[in-house]
């Protein structure tokens, strides 16, 4: 059965104070892992997907990577609007089934 | 563009009663999906159709639960007796095809709360 764990459950920063995200995964085979936000009240906004090991993306002050066991979000010097629950999910190969594999996700708080 | 729409917003049912919730995605996408998010838990998927492929239902927890798609547009999600268990967001997503991996666009879903 796939699982996807996310840590720290919620993370209270200063705005500028960088830090990470975690997220560890167990997938029979990884088609690949996506990292979604999600404002209170609203649908998860895309992000990022990262395909294979050692693959990195960046998006303004957000930046994922890639193991075989697990991914990361960093985010460097956060400002208030970086508020958001951060959700990771993965996607296994084969069997057709396209659904993902939700973390119940990391809500972060970043403070002026 | 136009994102993926979901009605209604919100929904208040009482117990025993039958509901319909209705999801429109980006036009153009094949594939669309069905979540529900419960509070304090993980998205969890329920179904997923493809074209004019049958549906994998693999992720709907009771036989309360059906849905159906009109070919490449609008989806409903029918819960028929509803429970209390019931109570969480509904989310719809779409993808411009399916076996990606492929990122998956949601829309704002539908609150439904079981009295």
């Known amino acids: 059965e796939d699982q996807v764990t996310q840590s720290p459950e919620a993370l209270r920063l200063q705005e500028g104070e960088s830090s990470s995200l975690n997220c560890s995964y167990t997938?029979?085979?990884?088609?690949?892992l996506f990292w979604y936000r999600q404002d209170p009240g609203k649908g998860p906004e895309f992000l990022f997907t990262?395909?294979?090991a050692g693959e990195e993306k960046e998006k303004e002050r957000l930046k994922a990577t890639l193991t075989k066991k697990e991914s990361f979000l960093h985010i460097t010097a956060p400002k208030p609007e970086d508020s958001a629950t951060y959700l990771c999910?993965?996607?296994?190969?084969?069997?057709?089934?396209?659904?993902?594999?939700f973390g119940k996700g990391t809500h972060l708080i970043i403070q002026p | 563009g136009a994102g993926v729409s979901q009605s209604p917003s919100n929904k208040v049912t009482e117990k025993g009663k039958d509901v319909e919730l209705r999801c429109d995605p980006i036009s153009g996408h094949t594939a669309l999906y069905w979540y529900r998010q419960r509070l304090g838990q993980g998205l969890e998927f329920l179904i997923y159709?493809?074209?004019?492929?049958?549906?994998?239902k693999s992720g709907l927890p009771s036989d309360r639960f059906s849905a159906e798609r009109t070919g490449e547009s609008v989806s409903t999600l029918t819960i028929q007796r509803t429970q209390q268990e019931d109570s969480a967001v509904y989310l719809c997503a779409s993808s411009p095809r399916s076996g990606g991996p492929y990122e998956q666009y949601f829309g704002p879903g539908t609150r439904l709360t079981v009295t």
């Open positions: 990262l395909y294979s």
């Open positions: 159709f493809q074209g004019n492929s049958a549906p994998d």
């Open positions: 997938v029979s085979g990884l088609r690949g």
């Open positions: 999910a993965v996607q296994a190969q084969g069997g057709g089934a396209d659904g993902l594999t």
